[in-house]
């Protein structure tokens, strides 16, 4: 099987993938869930009032129908209307998009730069104090719920301290900046414990291998066996751990959102939560799929390139 | 002469290894704590009567109410310690559901293989495609308010990864000896999957119960906060959420008492955690 | 008379470990000569490849450190050079090639890479068409066909047998004056074992190198190794050159080690012997017997070895044949 064929494979298999969402979806949505005419007419609705609204939601079609629709709605981008604000779903995404990559682009690129560069520190002085150290900080960090850092972070840094902005937002650069700057110094905080064990482990799994002993015994310093043959090894999952956090970005930070009131398709979750709003939900969970299963044949594709042992013929 | 050679197998030389390590044992001496107490007061043997009004409402801190009181005048102290049972609830609903779902089809999937296997892994796939917070805040939107929805919110959402473990464990398990070995004597599908194989993946189902308790507790976290937690019992969840306006006016010490609590038990679960894997991963060497 | 290169003098490395300190080599003494060959024999655990590593300077430290002996290199103490100084002894002096080849080369980089990366270091003086030149001249020394092809493929594209002729090829591009092998050939089919141990030797004769050959199998020593060293719980019991350790093996472990080895001479008896063993089992480092180590599965042990003489020490028999027992065997 050579490259050709396990990438038309791997794309191939993003339709299944795909239909199954869509089911969860319909189940979850179509199936499960209440009659939403409660939730929208109020308690007093009349039988007719119901049958109408109905209709126009399309519930009174088969099942098979309904699940149709999701599909459609998948392969077409086409999510409706927002049942609160009335307003095309792909419009208010297209609005939440920028605000949320403010946010999360530079928490990405922050974290796990900072998570490899003391990843491979603490390889590298493994079992010496600056190791422990960071083992018992990365530890502790990672136990502390992120609810609550969000809350004191804010409550200190910001309430209290007056350091940054408390919450708002601004769309204009660079004025969005001090809105966001506290938000991705707690997310970095937060993200800094399990990425860098996550790479300390993938660097170590690497640094035990009988080729680094070959690299030694050449002569080679233990930096050049650390960054030449240790890292380019480790970067293989590393990269490709790396790549699925990509559609994570465009979700944004549902908490962080919330609490700094930052106008990014994490807000509108919560918002669409909150006011019970169905096609806002069913739109961000089908479209964070989709990304998700696309940057994943990306990362399983990038893997076959970047290992020269899967580099079939 | 022989040398009397003691054999255990992974698991006991693991676990001791765990009871000689002075920080590890700690870690196990506190979620036992955490559990027994989480016992107790479910069983009803120690009864902790959190809801009663001790003081008045927001009070500090201090000789009489260890950790203040709320907005209702209820003790915090009591709060969290009931507060426990909840958390060791949640805990460990969620990691048994995960657990059985999650082996069962996995132990399915790589040992039968073809098409059984290929529908298992489309149904994984599908799920693990969703990203986690959204389908569990679908779930448990749709399930609505209340303790159960978020139990089972919590375990459909937590299977998928011990599903993809377990099939990858048992399909290189399945055509070692000590299961041909079984074949020949004629041991059913079952018999071989049930006590054959699947005491020698053990280990991965408990380091995956570790890592699914806590995340199971810090899950509950995040649904406290968008109104989709547990009712009628305080869980760490909902006091942290609740503090979120107590803040402003100076009162911490809501948060404190359950950020305290939680964080205690989610370290040593980390600890345990992290020793076990040195300890029953083979492959790891070297920490 | 061949120039004496390395030395390795009442050589202790101790290793520290949660059960307590156990010495895996605990007083070696062995030389090389330039164009002989060494072997160092034992069963696992003897002590053998860590001694190898003690001359790279290779033990992990933690848990391991050379706590006692020397060990010389044309007059030199290496374990008083500085890291740097070692650095530039390794692959360029003392070379060094080991027991897995399938996984000692790096997978993400090529053959050529791996090869010219040593020469880059230790001959900077050389341009990089030099040294390709130099690594595709290796490729050929070592009998890999098509070299110029080869040098841009990876090592998954090799077979064992051809990952090890790379690993020679490796050890020996900068002409070291030692190549320690640590069982080069016990991962790899019989055949394939005896077309390395044919290559080693062919290049020793056309490079000149010493070579410490370390095993267990006894066979490969008689094949290719000029002295043989016999090593049980990190001390030699036995040492003499090659004929006269396999005709006149003194101490009760050889002799149980050459004992063991079947027999294919159809001419040797008619009668059908049984494989000889060693009973018993190597005692755990940690829990050494008092006196000699290897008493419990000795046959010829008496009181004296029970530790009221002390430990056996190495003796002179005469030409250079030494042996560390008290009840050595006379045949």
Known sequence: MNLYTYVLRRLLYVVPVLLGVCLVVFVLFNLVAPDPAFVLLGKHATPLQIAQLHHELGLDKPFWAQYLDIVKSAFTLEFGYSWSSKQQIWEMIKNGVLPSLSLTIPIFLLSNTIAIIIALTTAYYRGKLIDRFMLIFTIATMSIPSLAIILFGQWAFAYKLGLFEIAGYERSIPEFIPYVLLPICIYVFINFGPDTRYYRTMILDEAYQDYVRTARSKGLSEVIVMFKHVLKNAMIPIITNTVIQIPNLFLGLLLAESFFSIPGLGSMTINAINNSDFPVIKAITILSSISFIVFGVISDVLYTVVDPRMRLK | ?287 | ?331
């Not at chain 3, 880059?120 to 890999?144: D, Q, Y």
């Not at chain 3, 016990?186 to 080693?200: F, G, K, Y």
């Open chain 2, 1 to 287: 002469m022989s040398a009397q050679v003691q054999s255990k197998s992974l698991l006991q030389s693991a676990l001791l290894k765990l009871f000689r390590d002075k920080v590890s044992l700690s870690a196990i001496i506190i979620v036992s704590i955490y559990f027994s107490i989480g016992l107790l007061t479910f069983s009803g043997l120690l009864n902790i009567e959190w809801g009663k009004e001790v003081g008045p409402s927001y009070s500090t801190p201090s000789m009489d109410y260890l950790f203040g009181t709320d907005i209702f005048g209820r003790s915090v102290l009591l709060k969290t310690i009931k507060a426990i049972e909840t958390a060791v609830l949640i805990g460990l609903s969620t990691s048994l559901i995960a657990i059985v779902i999650g082996t069962t089809l996995g132990l399915i999937a790589g040992y039968f293989g073809g098409i059984v296997d290929e529908l298992i892994v489309w149904f994984y796939t599908t799920f693990s495609s969703i990203p986690w917070i959204m389908l569990l805040v679908s779930v448990a939107f749709i399930l609505g308010k209340g303790t159960s929805s978020v139990f089972i919110a919590l375990g459909v959402t937590s299977w998928t990864g011990l599903c993809r473990l377990v099939r990858a464990e048992v399909m290189k398990h399945k055509d070692r000896e000590y299961v041909q070995a079984a074949s020949s004597v004629g041991a059913s599908h079952s018999r071989k999957m049930i006590s054959h194989i699947l005491p020698n993946i053990f280990h991965v189902l408990i380091i995956n119960f570790t890592q699914t308790f806590d995340s199971a507790i810090k899950a509950e976290v995040i649904l406290s906060y968008l109104g989709l937690g547990v009712q009628g019992r305080p869980s760490w969840g909902t006091m942290i959420d609740d503090a979120k306006l107590e803040l402003a006016r100076g009162v911490w010490w809501q948060l404190g008492a359950a950020t305290l609590a939680m964080f205690i038990i989610v370290l040593a679960f980390n600890i345990l955690g992290d020793a076990l894997r040195d300890a029953l991963d083979p492959k790891l060497k070297g920490k």
């Open chain 3, 1 to 331: 008379m061949e120039e004496k290169i390395l030395e390795v003098k009442d050589l202790v490395v101790q290793f520290n470990t949660e059960r307590g300190s156990i010495k895996a080599v605990n007083g070696v003494n062995f030389d090389v000569y330039k164009g002989k060959s060494i072997g160092i024999v034992g069963e696992s655990g003897s002590g053998k490849s860590v001694s190898a590593l003690a001359i790279m300077g290779l033990i992990p430290n933690p848990p391991g450190q050379v706590i006692g002996g020397d060990i010389v290199y044309r007059g030199d103490s290496l374990l008083k050079y500085s890291s740097l100084q070692m650095r530039k002894i390794r692959g360029n002096k003392i070379a060094m090639i080991f027991q897995e080849p399938m996984t000692s080369l790096n997978p993400v980089y090529t053959i050529g890479n791996q090869i010219e990366e040593v020469v880059a270091l230790h001959r900077p003086e050389l341009n990089s068409k030099e040294r390709t030149n130099r690594a595709i001249e290796m490729l050929k020394l070592v009998g890999i066909p098509s070299p110029e092809k080869r040098v841009d493929e990876y090592p998954h594209q090799l077979s064992g047998g051809m990952r090890q002729r790379v690993m020679i090829a490796i050890a020996l591009a900068c002409e070291p004056d030692i190549l320690i092998a640590d069982e080069p050939t016990t991962a790899l089919d019989v055949t394939i074992q005896a077309q390395i141990l044919e290559l080693m030797k062919r290049l020793q004769k056309e490079m000149g190198m010493g070579i410490i050959l370390i095993t267990h199998d006894l066979g490969v020593v008689a094949e290719t190794c000029d002295h043989v060293s016999v090593m049980y719980c990190g001390q030699i019991v036995e040492s003499a050159d090659v004929q006269t350790l396999f005709k006149s093996p003194k101490h009760p472990y050889t002799r149980g080690l050459l004992g063991s080895i079947p027999s294919f001479d159809s001419t040797a008896s008619t009668k059908k012997e049984r494989l000889q063993t060693i009973e018993g089992m190597v005692p755990s480092l940690f829990n050494l017997p008092k006196g000699c180590n290897f008493q419990d599965r000795c046959q010829h042990a008496t009181e004296a070895c029970k530790g009221v003489k002390g430990d056996p020490v190495l003796k002179d028999l005469g030409q250079q044949h030494f042996v560390a027992c008290f009840n050595p065997v006379q045949a």
